[in-house]
């Protein structure tokens, strides 16, 4: 194994009901007032956002709120944040939500404790040095953005979707309970396990090292994600297997996975970035394109770990029988896997390309992938 550091300071507070303890929670943390962030309005109809804030009064837990992220959020919501929290000294940011939600609290935590412009971090032009302490209530497992120290957002001015991460950034507590997810829809239970995958294989098929052990948690969660898909759109009310789902998808990128690994890099994410970024698809969708297409594309370059692949997830030999099970899986589930499917015409690839190099550039693959390598990438969709 590579030499690595882990450190991974999430609380996890996971099952029926955790949600009513946010307030006592935040109380026995020394916080006394916080910035509500929440999306548009679906936590209103469930009942949620009532429980939150029964439990902050109860607690004497001051708040202000900021409502209204979008799926794929933007850098403005994020300046409107920061104004907002500076405005009225809050000492924490309490996110109630998906990945979206929690990737703009975050942004909002850094940019707070920032001297200048927050976006100045996704551009990696200097590391963050301080954040406000960052508390969620997960509604939508997928980013597994509650157990990671990541923020993806998208300038909405210069249509780029960029990321930070930080241990500054990772949740103080993180309440997950997978009773507020059984309201997704089929739509977004797919998408999300797109995601989940995404982010397992990426550095299981590109890492320099591949212990065993961490592949086999690799292989664990891509057949876990299956199972559990297949099983929830039959019976969407399955308590036990939202629940498992819901911690599926937080083991996928909260650092376990690719410990020892070795340099591996998110090409897969690098490209989807510009799709999402240009044509603002969900994220999950975006990957059901482009990881087949990469992975047809890189797996001469690593025969040996895609063909272990086909045998430990699909029972198959080769390298090429694993991805077709994989996009033959995808298809089954009614996520996109080609560009046409998601109404992206094949004459924007080169836009894409430019866009998803610009993104390579920051995180030091630029010289891997060209853009000549992601148009044939995407050619392949």
């Known amino acids: 194994m590579t030499p690595f550091s882990y450190h991974n300071p999430t609380r996890i507070e996971f099952g029926p009901g955790k949600e009513n303890n946010i307030g006592q929670w935040l109380k026995d943390d020394g916080i006394e007032n916080v910035l509500l962030v929440y999306g548009t309005g679906s936590i209103k109809n469930n009942g949620l956002y009532t429980r939150v804030i029964e439990s902050l009064n109860l607690s004497n837990i001051k708040y ?14 994020v300046y409107e944040g920061i104004e907002l929290a500076r405005s009225t000294n809050t000492k924490a940011i309490l996110a109630v939500g998906g990945g979206s939600v929690i990737d703009t609290a975050k942004a909002i935590a850094a940019g707070v404790k920032s001297e200048g412009d927050v976006w100045e971090y996704y551009l990696g032009k200097s590391p963050i040095q301080s ?15 509650e157990m990671n120290g990541n923020s993806v957002i998208t ?20 309440i997950v309970n997978p009773e507020l997810m059984q ?6 239970l797919i998408y999300s396990a797109s995601d989940i995958i ?13 212990p065993h052990f961490q592949s086999r948690l690799v292989e664990s969660i891509v057949k876990s994600v299956i199972e559990l898909t297949d099983r929830l759109i039959e019976h969407p009310e399955d308590y036990h297997a939202r629940a498992e789902f819901a911690w599926v998808s937080s ?4 650092g376990l996975t690719t410990s020892g690994t070795g340099a591996g890099n998110w090409p897969n994410h690098m490209i989807e970035h510009a799709l999402s970024a240009l044509f603002n698809i969900p994220h999950g969708a975006g990957l059901s394109i482009v990881v087949p297409a990469w992975m047809s ?4 370059k690593n025969k040996e770990q895609f063909e272990r692949f086909a045998k430990e997830v699909f029972g198959k030999q080769s390298a090429e029988e694993g991805i077709t099970m994989l996009k033959r899986w995808y298809g089954t589930i009614g996520t996109p896997i080609t560009l046409a499917q998601a109404h992206i015409p094949k004459e924007r690839i080169p836009d894409i390309a430019r866009n998803a190099h610009a993104l390579a550039v920051v995180w030091g693959m630029g010289e891997i992938y060209s853009v000549q390598d992601i148009e044939a990438i995407l050619e392949k969709a």
């Open 251 to 254: 083991q996928a990128l909260n």
């Open 131 to 145: 954040a406000l302490p960052v508390y969620t209530i997960v509604t939508l497992a997928a980013a597994a953005s």
């Open 183 to 188: 309201s997704v829809s089929k739509e977004y």
């Open 155 to 174: 300038n909405e001015a210069t249509r780029q979707k960029y990321s930070i991460g930080s241990v500054l950034l990772n949740p103080r507590l993180s």
């Open 64 to 77: 202000d709120e900021l409502s209204g992220v979008i799926s794929n959020p933007v850098l403005s919501k």
């Open 198 to 210: 995404a982010h397992a294989l990426e550095t299981y098929l590109t890492a320099t090292d591949h």
């Open 297 to 300: 594309w890189y797996q001469s």
